[in-house]
């Protein structure tokens, strides 16, 4: 959980199915203002594989990018605004939000922080390093992810999920590392900026159990697009 945390089986209802759709129209939306066509756009491309994993409907995956790059006549203004703050146990987190509205989303943070502790501005990210991360598959059972890693450019890597491995770059090289390893025959499946955790710590299970209460409850709001959590797994 030194990463970006995503909460377990919220695929599996049909409510939260609709939130998780609505935060992937919202990062392709976004993603669109800088050009709809994903081949010059890697945000926009990245958006797209993600909402295509999810079984996204084709036309609201389309009408989002359409929305994004102006071609409709229903303009919307998302902002990205993040907050910092504790999780139950001084567990660090960082918040991110996509909204039209930064009143609503501050008074909303400021409610769901109330089991935790919002803190202000520097006080949390200072303990967390600002990085690109790429999920890939392997081209083969055999094949060498540090290897990989050397060639492509990525600082370090790290196991990822359902045999993926997660190699991670420095901000400004994201694009270019997911692109070396997509020419090595690596599977990109996603590729993101993220804030991960210097120093997360661990938890017995009951502590856990209320930090993930805590991130669930932060994960339904509408608002909240990511959640980065220095927990250990």
């Known amino acids: 959980m030194g990463a970006q945390w995503k909460q377990k089986g919220r695929e599996e209802h049909a409510a939260a199915k609709g939130r998780l759709f609505g935060k992937l129209a919202k990062e392709i939306i976004v993603a669109a203002k ?20 999810a079984s996204m409907p084709r036309d609201t995956l ?16 998302y902002e990205t605004v993040t907050y ?13 939000c996509l909204t039209e509205n930064r009143n609503r989303t501050a008074t909303n943070i400021r409610v769901l922080f109330r089991k935790g502790q919002l803190a202000s501005s520097g006080a949390v990210s200072w303990d967390f ?28 890597l790290e196991k990822g ?10 901000a400004t090289e994201l694009d270019a590392v997911s692109r070396a ?42 608002d909240v697009q990511n959640i980065y959590v220095g927990l250990k797994d």
Do not use: Y
């Open 161 to 170: 999920e359902e045999g993926a491995t997660r190699f991670l770059t420095d």
């Open 84 to 96: 910092e703050g504790f999780a139950p146990h001084q567990v660090p987190v960082m918040v991110e």
């Open 62 to 77: 389309e009408r989002a990018i359409k929305k994004g790059a102006g071609l409709l006549d229903e303009p919307v203004n």
């Open 181 to 222: 390893l997509s020419g090595l025959g690596w599977k990109v499946s996603s590729m993101n900026l993220a804030w991960i955790a210097k120093n997360p710590v661990t938890l017995d299970e009951a502590a856990r159990a209320e930090v993930v209460a805590f991130l669930e409850a932060l994960d339904a709001d509408d």
């Open 129 to 156: 390093n600002r990085l690109g991360v790429i999920e890939a598959q392997p081209p083969a059972a055999d094949a060498d992810a540090e290897a990989a890693a050397i060639e492509a450019g990525a600082q370090d």
């Open 34 to 53: 800088g050009g709809a066509d994903p081949d010059k756009n890697p945000r926009l491309r990245m958006a797209m594989e993600q909402a295509k994993k």
